[in-house]
């Protein structure tokens, strides 16, 4: 297994730009969360979705952030426009449906996005 | 609400060392809980999880935990530390009653194993 898949890796924009931030999670999994890691802020959950479909986005910071998952293989998270505040490390998670709450999320190796 | 607290914020063991890293939770009813690697530069890693049964987990890389009720931990721990083992650990916990909700995540942990 592939495990999940993040792209890019690393991002590096000026304030303003659009960025977008790729997620593919593992096959079978229909759950996928979307975290940003910071040292002041630690890890928050920013969204996540049950099957393609947006269930909690209240963690996303402003209108500025969008996510979308149009498949069960892909995610994206976008930034539009991007600020320095934003720079963080970005992680994707997937975990696989049927026993629910006894599933652990398993992560992405991240995206470092340096916002100039 | 559900939470977890992780009260330090670094760890400091010599190597060879039996390790803790602490956690407490708060939850309603039973509780799953987990533990979480971070080595640097990469993603969090699944170490153990405690759903039922057992007090005493056991996970990957010699990890162990030990669910406490009356005292409403689960503290991650080790035998015998090594160097390799530093990195950041979170520990996270998720009402069983929530379906497949996110986990909830402490602040993490640092652990420095010293040679």
């Known amino acids: 297994d592939a495990g999940v898949i993040q792209s890019p890796r690393h991002e590096v924009t000026e304030m303003g730009q659009e960025v977008t931030l790729r997620c593919k999670p593992i096959?079978?999994?229909?759950?996928l969360f979307w975290y940003r890691q910071t040292m002041m802020r630690g890890l928050e959950l920013l969204i996540y979705?049950?099957?393609?479909?947006?269930?909690?986005d209240s963690g996303m910071p402003e209108d500025r952030f969008s996510a979308k998952m149009p498949n069960a293989s892909f995610s994206t998270l976008k930034i539009q426009p991007s600020e320095p505040r934003d720079s963080a490390v970005y992680f994707c998670?997937?975990?696989?449906?049927?026993?629910?709450?006894?599933?652990?999320?398993?992560f992405g190796p991240g995206t470092r996005l340096t916002v100039l | 609400a559900q939470s977890v607290a992780q009260p330090e914020d670094q760890v400091n063991v010599a190597e060879g060392n039996p390790l803790t890293v602490k956690c407490t939770y708060s939850?309603?009813?039973?509780?799953?809980l987990f533990w979480y690697v971070q080595y640097p530069n990469r993603g969090l890693q699944f170490l153990l999880k405690?759903?039922?049964?057992?007090?005493l987990v056991k996970g990957s890389y010699g990890f162990e935990a030990e669910f406490n009720k009356s005292q409403t931990s689960f503290h991650l721990k080790k035998p015998s530390a090594l160097v390799s083992d530093s990195a950041l650990y979170f520990c996270?916990?998720?009402?069983?009653?929530?379906?497949?909700?996110?986990?909830?995540f402490g602040k993490g942990t640092r652990l420095s194993v010293i040679a």
């Open positions: 939850v309603s009813g039973n509780p799953y």
């Open positions: 979705f049950n099957n393609n479909v947006p269930i909690d």
């Open positions: 996270a916990v998720r009402d069983p009653g929530s379906g497949n909700t996110p986990l909830v």
């Open positions: 405690y759903i039922t049964g057992d007090n």
């Open positions: 096959s079978g999994h229909n759950s």
């Open positions: 998670a997937s975990s696989r449906p049927g026993q629910g709450p006894v599933n652990e999320q398993f």
